[in-house]
Structures are given as C-alpha cells and as structure tokens.
C-alpha cells in the first residue's frame, strides 16, 4: 500500500518525528539543558495541571479505600487494610453492580457497533440524500445525555401515552382493534429500557468512527480488485474488513470507556432501581447518601482496575493508529 | 489484506495515458439507499418527536395514540421558563454556559502551548507525553469523585461554580492537546522557517502562516469541549447545589414528575440540548476527531 519512497516522503511532511537527539556537544552542556527547558516550558502548565487534578484524587482515593471512614461515625476512622474490598466483593448489592455494569456495557457497545458498521457500509455508498441521512444519524448523539433519557422515560417509554405504546395502539387501530398491547416498557424490561435508549444515543458514536475508517480505505486497490472479478462479499470480508479492524477496536474501547462510567441514563431512567444500578450509582449512591467513604473508594479502585484494562487497549489501538497516520 | 493488495494490478489505478484513475464510490441500488433512509429516520425520530410534543399543549401531547396535528401553542417552553409557575432555569442555564465556556478558554490557554511542544518543536519523549494526557481521560471520573467532594468541602468550593470549571478543564485538556497537536503538525515547518528568515515578526508568521492551518482547528476543539462540559453531570449533581447547579442538574428535577407535564419535558430536553445540537452541527467534520480523542482523521 504505502511504498517507501512514500513513507519517507511523508516523513517530511510531518514534523513530529521524535526530535534528533542533538550530538552531546561536550562543552555545551549547560547550554543544552537550558534549551530543553525552553522546549519543555509550554508544556508544564497543561501537565503540571492535569497531574494535580486528575491523578492527586486517585491517590487519595486509593489510600481512603484502605480506611474504615464512614462520615455518620467520625470517631471510628482509621485504618482497615482490606476490609472494604473484603465488603465490595462480597456484598449482594456491590457484586450485582458490577455483573450489571459488564452486561450494560457489554450489550450497548456490541449493538451499537454492529448498527454502527450497518449504516456505515450504507452511507458509504452514493445515493441521493446521503448527507441528509448522515446528519439525521448524527442527531441522537447531540442530545444532552440526560435530556435524551428523559425523553425516553417520559415521551417513549411511558406506558400511557408514551410514543411506543401510542405507535401501538395507532397501527392496532388501523386494523380495527382496540385492545392494543400496552406494556409497561420500563417495568417490565427495566434493563433493557436503558440499553436500548443508550444504544440510540451511541450508535452514531460509531457509525462516525467506522465511517472514518472506510473513507480512509485506498480506493484503488479496491476498484482494482473488483476490475479482476473479487465478489462484493469478498472485497467486504478479505480488503475492508481487515481494514476497518483497529476502527472496530477503537470504537469498542472507547465506547467501553464511556458506557463503564454511564451515570447520567441509570440515573434518569430507573433512578438506579429494578436491577440497573451500576458501578458509578452505586458508588455514587455509597458516599453521597449513605457517606461510607472507605467502602465507596473501594469501589472505586475496583472501576479502576477495570478501566484500566480496557485503557491499555484503547491506547495500543490508538498508538498503532497513530504510527499509521505518521507514516503515511 | 496484504495478499490482495499485492495481487492488485497497480495498471488499474491509472488511465492509459498515465493520470492517475479517478476513482468512484459505488452507487447503491434504490433499495439500500431506501434502507438507509428508513434507518435514519428511525434514529431521527424520537428527536423529532421531542421537538413536535414541545410545540403541543399538554392535554393533545398526552393523547394515545399520539395526536400529530394538534395545534401548536409555546405553552411548554413556557411553564418550562417558569411564565406563571415560578420555576426559573436561567440561572442554572447561565452557569451551564460560563462552565462551558470558562473552561474551555481555559483549555485552549494551556492545550495550545502543550500542543506546541508536542508538535512544532518537540521535547524528548514527546509521544509519551501525548499518551499521558490521553490515560487520564479514560480514568472514570467517579473513582476521583469523592476526594474533591471531600476537598470542595473542606475549602468552602462546594456549590461554586469554580470548582467545576476547573474540573471540566481537567476533563477536557486531553481531548484539546491531542486535537491541537493534530492541528499544527500541519503547519508547514518549512514555511515557518523560511518566515522567520525572511526576517518576519513572531506576530507576522503566526497571522500568515499558523492562523490558516489552525484556527479552523481551533474552532473544532473548543465547540467539542464545550460540548462534553454543557452535557456533564455526574460532577455537577454531586458538587453544586441550588447556588451553581448546571441545566443538566437542573433536568434531573423532571426524573420523578408526574402529571400532567409531557409538552413541559420536552421543551425543557429540547431548549437545554439545543446549544449542543448547534455546536454538534457547526462541527460536524471534526466531531470524529474529537470524540476518538483525536485518533481517527
């Protein structure tokens, strides 16, 4: 695909490859340092700021997960070791909200994905008002999170006058019946209620990337293929998938990133009840209304040692993706 | 991959004079193009839905089945800006917008020089650096959340708008330093050189040769910032109070309504999500540059 005149033609172009090292001058070593202080000043407020905003919290966080700190009983704060670990992994509640924050974000990022992928290969094709439809796919995710699951809750999912129930009852009316299923959407399938309104919202979320993906395809190769009789099926299966996987993989991780710390749809649409509460409710229910600090921390650690899993992914995925574009 | 594309007759990219071939994206038949339609009018929907029902008064938009043509009155947008009823939004509106926007000029005030040293004139080990910025925005937030309640506590910041603008900056720093890197490794190195030889001012080569390359950047970047700050509120619910509550935190007061109240939600959802859905188009572009954190071109 890319040759080598090309690489290093692109080379130049890019500025960023790593800065040569200049050759240690042996006497100008004082002159050296001052000059990469000079390079390394407008860098230092960004990262001096983000390292006491975001990565002092997660010590504090970290070292409070190991005291027994409950603020109703401020007496008896002090050290636990494991205990509150011993109570996140053994407690009822705390064990289903992690089983609910796997399943949640689970089934949000695998449907929206392959939706995504669905109308992606769709839109990539010509047809007329592509870009109408492109734009009415991107309206879901320019919702205000928690205006787009009050909408859900209130005007969708509403067993009396809600939009489903109310599509229901209008195409049972059509056919001269009056007895309309009317189910209690949120009742009934509570979980569900919050996959599917999440799933709407992240659709275009990878709709977007995976799009992305196949516009970056080279072109030619691929007319050149279909020039020597490759099938759709196989152009899809053996030149664009294989290109579209650090996409797919980019999406997923990102999407599980996100979707992991969902707070704003639990919150809204079941106010965390009927078996939704996940992680981040349940920790934010743990300090905010029952003010177990040690316990809630400990939760915390746990969301963390989980992201970071998925993070050291993401970031391989994005650092691969980030070579490709460098080099090309 | 690599197979076929070795297999690929490199004859086929050009005409047979020589140019390069221009190459075409396949036309769908009627029917995928139908499908595509079909599905996003079915994503669309419930957004139109929303902006219809705001327009309804509140007995039509509790009607089942749903009443399309019922007459259009502002009566929801105004019982949801408190005409009669003494509820008020603004101030929870005003402080969604000085959050967003404090913040994300902050943003750009620290991402642009990070950007710069990342980019224009690297330091050593500049990608580590880039993908230490990146590690922080994957970190949940709630695992930090309680150590800055403790601390807004403790220094008299909670319910104070302060505190959360200095949170979204955190929050939003990573997305701006990678985009804006992006940004200006397009500036041609070359050209700013070739300025500063020509004996032109700092000011000169920032207005003739960055500026072009990276305002429309810099738009981008600020419209996504500002759109993750307005939609957050996880942070706000917990940290603000009646004093420096956001117009998210403010909706949430629509979770257990009960009533007569539908036309009311829906104006409420749409007039809140309405400056995201102006950012979000004014964007569009580089929506996918922003929300992969810069990732994907």
Redesign the interface.
Known sequence: ?STTLETSRGRG????T??T?PPPPPPGGALRRTS?WA?????L???V??IV??????V??LV?SFMDWNAYYPDERGFTGFSNYASVLTDVNMREAILTTVILTVVVVLVSLLLGL??AL?????????G?????????????????A???????F?P??G?L???L??IW?LFGSDDAPQPDWITAAPLVSVEVALI?QW???MM??L???LQ?R????????R??G?STWQIFR??TL??LRR?LE?GAL?GS?YI??N??AV??IT?GGLGTAN??YV??QT??QAHD?GR??AA??V??IG?IV??TL??R???T??QE?NAR | MSSITDVAPVAATRTPEGRPRRTRKPRSGPLLGLLAWVIGFLFVVPVLWMVLTSFHSEEDAATNPPSLAAPLTLEGYREFFGVGTGTNPWPSLLNSLTASVVSTVIVLLLALPAAYALSIKPVRKWSDVLFFFLSTRMLPIVAGLLPIYLFAQWSGLLDNIWLLIVLYTAMNLPIAVWMMRSFLAEVPVEMLEAAQMDGAGLLRTLRAVVAPVVLPGIAATSLICFIFSWNELLLARTLTGTVAQTAPVYLTGFVTSQGLFLAQVCAAAFAVSLPVLIAGFAAQDKLVQGLSLGAVK
């Open positions: 695909m172009q890019q500025p960023p790593p800065p090292p990469d390079r390394r000043a407008p860098l407020p960004a990262l700021f983000t905003v975001t990565q002092l919290p997660f504090v966080t409070v669905g109308v769709l839109l990539d094709r010509r047809f007329r008002g592509r109408v439809v492109r734009t009415m796919m991107i309206t879901p995710f320019l919702i205000v999170p928690v205006a787009a009050l909408l859900w809750k209130h005007a969708l509403n009396e006058y939009l129930n109310g599509t009852n209008g009316r709407w659709t275009p979320f977007l990337i799009l992305a993906g970056s080279p072109l030619d190769v691929i007319e050149a293929a020039l020597d490759a053996y030149m294989p290109h996409y980019l990102l990133i992991v710390q707070f704003d919150f809204t106010s992680l981040p920790i934010y300090f905010y600090y809630a921390s915390g650690v969301v963390v992201t998925i993070a993401a970031l995925t994005v650092s993706l980030f574009e």
